[in-house]
């Protein structure tokens, strides 16, 4: 009997304490890899890097929860970067360079978001098309749309915007940058929804069983498209912080974010199929992509040509510990 | 007997019509890839200003301008010229090699008058005229100017490398070669995929693993570009200098600007898509003489001469 009654405990532990037990041995095996890992600015610029890619997945965990999928996101941070940029650049003529413009530079962005989600969202629902087809039709309109308005260059931001813009990515509070404060309240507000109010519920219901949360009065394609539109203000967000680093965009501005984004919530317990989320899980996913390729930037032990191969590697085996020794026991 | 005896017979006058039309006008295919990096973004402008002048020049000359954003679809797109377009000289510069060797021998086989440009074809017996920038010329360069700045101060240098392809390799082991028996250490070298945000996270790591760092070859000028940002988010910007390639304008405006962080460029220009076109049209509608190859010298750019690789008006 003792070992039915603590298997369950165990199990549980697990699943949700997994992510945080890899990320864990990840920090201990990039310190003995390197002890320059530990320096405070290099964590910072990890953390900081990590935000793009972690506020991406906090919308993704949404919309996956729900049983959906979005694989639009990458060009769609690229498309609203772009916009963003050619917006500011357009205002600054008249107005000159201030905090103004980057605040109406931001609204741009989080405006885009909105509408760009909630298309995804009406053609995933009202449209009845899947999910995976909506967003991989948009993803190609995106990304082609942001090629066209750079003119098959590079979209560069107004250098004296750029003067103001700068510091929300490199500035930020007793030594911890706005991108990592940006990606904290996004996680914390996050977890508030999916866990806490009806709204993240119904998601997780939808993803679980769609007809069975319909038949229980659940507006399954109102909750489905503002996970969409979640999504599309999430990579807004990640936008409004990607645009103050390098100043610019391109075609190639968030190629293959949409599967670090999705891999990073997959590493986080989040099932693939829908039915449950874990925000925080999220998080440390992505903290732990990012962690990879930085720990093989801080080696030279590794050829450079196999780092895909060791990220690949530590996404499945991340994924196999955290519920190969839970479902093992009950078969 | 007789209805296939006239039917051929039709067919033969149709195919007399078209071929004096054809005669007169000259219709060049022009495929390339599609502009998403820098480098090609300049390729395509630059095809498509050469594109408007050349027909302009020769009135008897149409050009055909397709892009595409993978091997495979380039191959689907020589298809279309010639079934669609019946072009007659096709300019090309392949994807990638070894897939297009193939399709390329296809249209050479239909009569087409081939040039193909920069990434050259697993088989150069294909091609009636080659026009390439020079690699390994473009990281020697790179080497040499490193060697004279650094002469003497046992420097370290960290490598920002492309893509693992054969360019790659060509430049790189040049580089090294250049610096082959000077006192300049390589601390490490890692791809960044010829890209500002690769740039920027490699640089960024490679800054907190060195304490120590002279320079920074970084062979691709949107990757010393994220390079850049990280050198002057560690505040290490008047510690050490980069040396970038290939001439995009943001980078050449810098040069001329004196910026001590980016003191050069070394060019890989991507005019060299409209060299090809405007060598190709001299001898299909101009009836100039050829010559079978053409490799455009990579040149140091430096504040003193930079004024001449400024293209204010690319996307590149």
Known sequence: ?331 | MWFKSSLAAIALGLAAVTATHAAEEIKMGVSIPAATHGWTGGINFHAQQAKERLEKQYPNLKIVLVSAPDAARQANDLEDLVSIHQIKTLVILPFESDPLTDPVRQVKQSGVFVTVVDRGLGDPSIQDIYVAGNNPQMGRISGEYMRKRLEGKSAKIVVLRGIPTVIDNQRFDAFMKAIKGSDIEVLASQYANWNRDDGFKVMQDFLARFPEIDAVWAQDDDISLGAMEAIRQAGRQDKLFVVGGAGMKDIVKRVMDGDKLIPVDVTYPPTMIADAMEITAGKMAGGKETKKEYIIDSVLITPENAKQFYYPDSPF
Do not use: H
């Open chain 1, 1 to 331: 009997m003792p070992p039915a009654s603590r298997r369950p405990a165990i199990r549980v532990d697990l699943k949700v304490w997994g992510p945080f037990l890899a990320l864990a041995a990840l920090i201990v095996l990039a310190t003995l890899v390197n002890p320059a890992f530990l320096n405070p600015s290099n964590i910072v610029n990890v953390l900081t890097r990590s935000a793009f890619i972690g506020i991406i997945a906090i919308g993704a965990t949404f919309v996956i929860a729900a049983g959906a999928i979005d694989l639009s996101v990458g060009s769609m941070a690229a498309f609203i970067a772009g916009v963003a940029i050619i917006a500011m650049n357009a205002l600054v003529g008249g107005a000159g360079a201030g905090a103004l413009i980057v605040a109406a530079g931001i609204a741009v962005s989080v405006g885009l978001g909105i509408v760009a989600g909630g298309v995804n969202g009406v053609l995933v629902t009202k449209g009845r098309i899947e999910a995976f087809i909506v967003t991989l039709g948009t993803m190609g309109i995106f990304r082609s749309l942001v090629t066209y308005l750079a003119n098959g260059g590079t979209l560069s931001l107004d250098p004296a915007v750029r003067t103001v813009y700068r510091p929300l990515y490199y500035g930020g509070i007793f030594g911890i940058s706005y991108p990592i404060i940006l990606f904290a309240l996004v996680a914390a507000a996050g977890a508030v929804i999916l866990y806490r109010t009806r709204f993240g519920r119904y998601c997780s219901a939808i993803g679980s069983n769609e007809q069975v949360a319909r038949y229980s009065a659940v507006s399954v394609n109102a909750v489905k498209t503002m996970a969409f539109v979640i999504q599309g203000l999430c990579v807004a967000l990640a936008v409004a912080i990607y645009v103050p680093r390098l100043g610019s965009a391109s075609a190639t501005t968030g190629l293959l974010w949409e599967l670090e984004a999705i891999a990073a919530v997959i590493i986080g317990g989040t099932r693939l199929k829908g039915g449950y989320g874990r925000i925080w899980g999220t998080v440390v996913g992505t903290v732990t992509l990012t962690l990879i390729g930085n720990i093989l930037n801080l080696t030279g032990a590794i050829s450079v040509y196999l780092n895909g191969a060791i990220q690949g590697a530590i996404i499945i085996i991340a994924v196999l510990l955290q519920r190969g020794n839970g479902t093992r026991g009950t078969g």
